[in-house]
């Protein structure tokens, strides 16, 4: 599923092709697409028409354009989502779900074959720049507010496996599958390493390694591993090919050799060497 670095790429392209376009029409072509928006498609449609997105900001997997009127579109890609920018009379996409149509003749077109992502109207939170149903998602290691020696510390306070708290929404967002196995690789910890036990040298290091490896993702466009994640203009990102870790079971580890693992981790997969990542003896 589309993680930071993928959901940024998108960011920046809404933020290039919408920012100061207004919305002329809405079509909602499958409702499960707007389940989150609770007063039903009909609303989602009047809260948008004749507004004009003033922005676009993230935090973690979430995004959202800030409308003229004060109220915010909150979009979450889930496992399959896209948010494409096309001329008005293209073709529709075989996966359609909300179409939006722009003053300067393109649209903005949510696409999502699996229909986990959604898409609905928010209010501001707390923090007026935040939608209130994100509010209680944590800071993530690209946000300019993001404390390392408070991660650091709230890391060593857990007492669960290294990998389940980097996708703690709630300690640390943006992270993914992808992203913690490639930089759980660079840092040599298995998956299954207990927080408790992790020295403050060894946490940083790790977030450094997190950070690392967003970055890098984020220059060459994302990851696009399963074919389903594209930017705004229907491209891939290429990150797949600097991979460690991920996705190459039975390749050989680009450090010592030995054929990279598969194991079955929270009704997902996790990718690591047996020998620069030692598994410990016992999880937790």
């Not at 995004?63 to 979009?75: A, K, N, P, Q, R």
């Not at 039975?250 to 050799?257: V, Y």
């Amino acid at each position: 599923m589309p993680e930071l670095p993928e959901v940024e790429v998108v960011r920046r392209g809404l933020s290039e092709h919408a920012v100061g376009r207004r919305i002329e029409a809405v079509q909602v072509l499958h409702a499960r697409s707007v389940r989150r928006h609770l007063l039903g498609p009909a609303d989602f449609v009047d809260r948008l028409v004749g507004r004009a997105p003033t922005a676009v900001h993230r935090r973690g997997k979430y995004m959202w354009l800030v409308l003229d009127g004060g109220e915010m579109l909150l979009t979450h890609l889930g496992m399959s989502g896209q948010m494409l920018v096309q001329p008005q009379g293209k073709p529709d996409e075989r996966h359609l779900r909300v179409r939006l149509a722009l003053s300067d003749g393109n649209e903005l077109r949510f696409v999502d074959q699996r229909t986990f992502g959604h898409l609905m109207v928010d209010e501001p939170g707390e923090r007026a720049e935040v939608p209130a149903s994100v509010d209680h998602i944590a800071l993530d290691p690209l946000d300019a507010e993001f404390v390392p020696e408070a991660f650091v510390r709230a890391l060593r306070a857990r007492r669960t496996e290294v990998k389940r708290a980097l996708l703690d929404q709630s300690l640390i967002s943006g992270v993914g599958n992808i992203y913690a196995d490639e930089a759980l690789w660079r840092s040599r910890l298995h998956w299954a390493r207990s927080t408790r036990g992790l020295t403050n040298a060894q946490a940083l290091e790790l977030l450094g390694h997190v950070s690392d490896v967003m970055n890098e993702a984020l220059e060459v466009g994302g990851t696009t591993f399963d074919g389903l994640y594209v930017n705004v203009n229907g491209e891939s990102g290429y990150f797949e090919r600097g991979l460690n870790a991920y996705g190459r079971r039975d390749e050989p580890c680009g450090r010592c050799g030995t054929a990279i693992v598969r194991e079955a981790f929270m009704n997902r997969s996790s990718f690591s060497c047996p020998s620069c990542q030692r598994p410990p003896r016992s999880s937790g």
